[in-house]
Each structure stands twice: as structure tokens, then as C-alpha cells.
């Protein structure tokens, strides 16, 4: 690697260490190489910038921001807790599985762990300690199943993935269903054996009249996936037509149905999305230029050096370990554009195939949000909770451990990815 290249990681690695956001440290550190190097353009700058953008695909990523911000705005929470409530509650520790089990519903509305965490973590959590559960469970529990939000679809990240690999997007959402759900019943195991040790209580079981009411005030909200899937599968929309309808489904339900949103709401909502919209876009922005000036130094053939040996057999963990690394320190969509161009020669001439490459690639990018320095959901758990992150910390070791076990077992037996597209594709 020539000098150039050795500044570009030590400039962002020393950015990381002062604490500079991600998406700035990328930024900054990608413009160093413009001025020691005679042959690269500053003009080059924007193009590139640009260039990671310049995506009709892109245009999904707010669009599925805005759903959940104005899902959470109707408060359609509360009312997947009481179908939930009705379906686990009154397991023992039936609170911390109604926390799971929102997760796995609120996944296939919103495509966001952090619009998960957030919206959902601020009315259970207060609830569950309230409850009697340890502060540092709760944090756990939150924050471990939040990010089922980007395994189940609709998954922002899967859409940034399927537009950086030309991967069809209904296959990557469909290939993600099974292992969204595995984690999910996985964490209920974990519930449930920490609720029998600690004698967690169970929530009173409903009346079926009580059951019936909570499915008929949650049934609208479970349209959101079937709209957004649905049309994708069948083939009647893209991803991004399926957004605009997912938002004009959501309002729809705010504004007239539940009556929970008014007109004056909207310019908050909006100004909301906004904001949490440019991070991501930015970030992928600036991973772009970043990634840019890997290709000049011949960094992935660097790469390819390294990895051109394994074994067939051996590949798919070996990028599954640099993933769950990655993960640690960057959010998984500047991770993807940095990584999927050097990883992409070596995936191609193994075979792999890319639905299978991808929802592992996801599923490994996606348990960063809960390992530090990073861990996004760890982060905004224990802010709503107001509890330290070592308390978090170490009650999500089994939900790591359960995340390790769903991926070496899509890893092994592909067609837990692989048989849901297979058959409706």
C-alpha cells in the first residue's frame, strides 16, 4: 500500500478517535489523498459525492423514514403492543416478550431499527421498570430486537445493498423473513429462560373479546407490509414507488382513520424526516468519495490478495467476521459502499450467490447496532432508560450469541435465505 493509502485509513481511524461522526470523518479523510496526490482532481470531489447518491433506488431510504416517523406520530405502537399483549403477554416475563414481538411486527412497517428503538423503546421501556425488570434487561431486550427492523422487510439497508449489487430487492426482502423470524423466536427463548430465573411476572391474560378488539385495531397497521411487499413481489411497483404508497397508506391512517395526526403535525413530521434522512444519504455520499480513493490506491486488489487462497468453504465467514467487525465502528450503509466494491471480485469468482451474499451481509452489518463503540440501538436505549451502557452491555452477551447462531446457520443452509424467493419469484 502506497504512503497516500496508509494516511487515508490513519487520518480516519485518528477522526474516529476524537469522536467525529462517521459520515465527516469519511468525508475529511477522503479529501487528504486530493492534496498530496498531483494526479487526483479536487474537481473530482462533488462528481463522486454525487455519484454515491445519484440512485431513483436511494429515493426509498427517506421516503420508508417518513412512514415510520409518521407511523409512530399515529400512534400505531400502542396499538401492535396490544395485539402483541394479546398474542405473548401473559408469558412469564410476557412484557419483555412484547417487546420482541412488536420489533418483529414494527420490521415490516418502518424498515428502520432506530425508528424501532426510539418509537417503541420510549412507551416500554418506562413500562417494563416500572414492571420490576432490571434496568440493564430492558436496555438489552430494546435494543437486541430492534434490529430485527432491518432483517425483516421493508429494510433500508437491503435496499442500499440490492442497488449497490444490482440484487433484485424482492428477493433480498423476501430472503429475509426467515432469518428476521429466527432471530426473533431466538430472543424469546432468551426471554423466556432469563424471566424463569428472575421470576419476571406475566401480564394478565385478555378476554377473547379483548383479543378480537386488539386484532381489529391493529389490522390497519399490518397493511403497510403487505402494500409495500406485496406490490414489490407481484411486480406492480419498484421499491421506491412501494415507499410513496407506504407513506400515502400511513397518512391516510393518521390523518382519517385513527384521527391521530392533524394537518398542523405534518411540517414536524417532515422537518424530522428530514433531518434523520441526511445522515445515512451523507454518510453513503461520503463513503462514496472514500471508497473512490480505495480503488485509486488499488486497495481491493490488495484485498484480493489477501482473500484469493481461502477456501470456498471458508470465504463466507471470513467476510462475515470483517462485517461483524465493520459493524462495530461504522453504521452498515457507509459500510456497504466502502466494502461491497472490495469484496465484490472474490464473491464473483466463488459463485457465491448474491441474494444468499446479501442477507448474510446484512444480517452480520446489522449486529453493530448493538455492539460498541457504535451500537446506535444501545445507544438510544439506554438514553431513553437513563442508564449506563455497561448495564446494557452486559446483559446483550445471549442476544449477541443468539445473533451468532441465526447467521452460522444461514451461512450452512442457504435455503433458510433462499426458499422464500425460490418459491414466490
Given at each position: 500500500?502506497?504512503?497516500?493509502?496508509?494516511?487515508?485509513?490513519?487520518?480516519?481511524?485518528?477522526?474516529?478517535?476524537?469522536?467525529?461522526?462517521?459520515?465527516?470523518?469519511?468525508?475529511?479523510?477522503?479529501?487528504?489523498?486530493?492534496?498530496?496526490?498531483?494526479?487526483?482532481?479536487?474537481?473530482?470531489?462533488?462528481?463522486?459525492?454525487?455519484?454515491?447518491?445519484?440512485?431513483?433506488?436511494?429515493?426509498?431510504?427517506?421516503?420508508?423514514?417518513?412512514?415510520?416517523?409518521?407511523?409512530?406520530?399515529?400512534?400505531?405502537?400502542?396499538?401492535?403492543?396490544?395485539?402483541?399483549?394479546?398474542?405473548?403477554?401473559?408469558?412469564?416475563?410476557?412484557?419483555?416478550?412484547?417487546?420482541?414481538?412488536?420489533?418483529?411486527?414494527?420490521?415490516?412497517?418502518?424498515?428502520?431499527?432506530?425508528?424501532?428503538?426510539?418509537?417503541?423503546?420510549?412507551?416500554?421501556?418506562?413500562?417494563?421498570?416500572?414492571?420490576?425488570?432490571?434496568?440493564?434487561?430492558?436496555?438489552?431486550?430494546?435494543?437486541?430486537?430492534?434490529?430485527?427492523?432491518?432483517?425483516?422487510?421493508?429494510?433500508?439497508?437491503?435496499?442500499?445493498?440490492?442497488?449497490?449489487?444490482?440484487?433484485?430487492?424482492?428477493?433480498?426482502?423476501?430472503?429475509?423473513?426467515?432469518?428476521?423470524?429466527?432471530?426473533?423466536?431466538?430472543?424469546?427463548?432468551?426471554?423466556?429462560?432469563?424471566?424463569?430465573?428472575?421470576?419476571?411476572?406475566?401480564?394478565?391474560?385478555?378476554?377473547?373479546?379483548?383479543?378480537?378488539?386488539?386484532?381489529?385495531?391493529?389490522?390497519?397497521?399490518?397493511?403497510?407490509?403487505?402494500?409495500?411487499?406485496?406490490?414489490?413481489?407481484?411486480?406492480?411497483?419498484?421499491?421506491?414507488?412501494?415507499?410513496?404508497?407506504?407513506?400515502?397508506y400511513s397518512l391516510l391512517l393518521g390523518t382519517s382513520v385513527y384521527r391521530t395526526i392533524k394537518l398542523a403535525d405534518l411540517p414536524h413530521i417532515f422537518k424530522q424526516t428530514a433531518e434523520l434522512a441526511c445522515l445515512p444519504l451523507f454518510a453513503l455520499a461520503a463513503a462514496s468519495l472514500f471508497g473512490y480513493v480505495l480503488s485509486y490506491f488499488q486497495v481491493p486488489n490488495m484485498l484480493l490478495e489477501v482473500v484469493r487462497d481461502l477456501p470456498a468453504h471458508w470465504l463466507l465467514p471470513f467476510i462475515v467476521f470483517c462485517w461483524l467487525v465493520l459493524g462495530t465502528f461504522l453504521d452498515a450503509l457507509p459500510a456497504m459502499v466502502l466494502m461491497v466494491p472490495l469484496f465484490a471480485p472474490t464473491v464473483e469468482a466463488a459463485g457465491l450467490d448474491p441474494v444468499h451474499y446479501g442477507v448474510i451481509s446484512v444480517v452480520s452489518l446489522a449486529v453493530g447496532l448493538i455492539t460498541p463503540p457504535y451500537g446506535l440501538c444501545l445507544l438510544l436505549a439506554s438514553a431513553i432508560a437513563k442508564a449506563p451502557i455497561t448495564e446494557g452491555v452486559k446483559e446483550l452477551v445471549p442476544f449477541f450469541f443468539g445473533f451468532l447462531v441465526v447467521i452460522i446457520l444461514i451461512i450452512y443452509f442457504p435455503q433458510l435465505i433462499l426458499w422464500l424467493p425460490g418459491l414466490l419469484l
Open positions: 500500500m502506497t504512503l497516500e493509502g496508509i494516511l487515508l485509513f490513519v487520518v480516519f481511524a485518528l477522526l474516529l478517535c476524537l469522536r467525529v461522526p462517521v459520515a465527516f470523518a469519511l468525508l475529511a479523510s477522503s479529501i487528504v489523498p486530493f492534496f498530496t496526490e498531483a494526479r487526483l482532481e479536487p474537481w473530482t470531489i462533488n462528481q463522486r459525492l454525487f455519484f454515491g447518491v445519484d440512485s431513483f433506488v436511494l429515493l426509498a431510504v427517506p421516503l420508508f423514514i417518513l412512514t415510520s416517523n409518521i407511523m409512530n406520530e399515529a400512534q400505531v405502537t400502542g396499538r401492535l403492543m396490544d395485539l402483541t399483549q394479546a398474542m405473548v403477554g401473559w408469558i412469564r416475563g410476557g412484557l419483555a416478550m412484547v417487546n420482541v414481538a412488536v420489533s418483529m411486527i414494527f420490521a415490516g412497517v418502518s424498515g428502520s431499527s432506530t425508528a424501532d428503538t426510539a418509537g417503541e423503546g420510549s412507551i416500554i421501556i418506562p413500562q417494563m421498570m416500572k414492571r420490576g425488570y432490571d434496568r440493564g434487561f430492558t436496555v438489552a431486550v430494546t435494543a437486541a430486537s430492534s434490529v430485527i427492523g432491518v432483517i425483516i422487510p421493508p429494510s433500508i439497508p437491503m435496499i442500499v445493498w440490492a442497488s449497490l449489487n444490482n440484487t433484485s430487492i424482492a428477493a433480498m426482502f423476501l430472503g429475509g423473513v426467515i432469518p428476521g423470524i429466527l432471530v426473533g423466536l431466538l430472543q424469546m427463548g432468551i426471554v423466556w429462560v432469563a424471566a424463569k430465573r428472575r421470576n419476571y411476572p406475566k401480564e394478565e391474560r385478555l378476554s377473547f373479546p379483548q383479543v378480537q378488539r386488539a386484532f381489529k385495531d391493529s389490522m390497519l397497521a399490518l397493511g403497510v407490509p403487505v402494500v409495500v411487499i406485496g406490490g414489490i413481489v407481484m411486480g406492480f411497483v419498484t421499491a421506491t414507488e412501494a415507499a410513496v404508497l407506504s407513506v400515502l
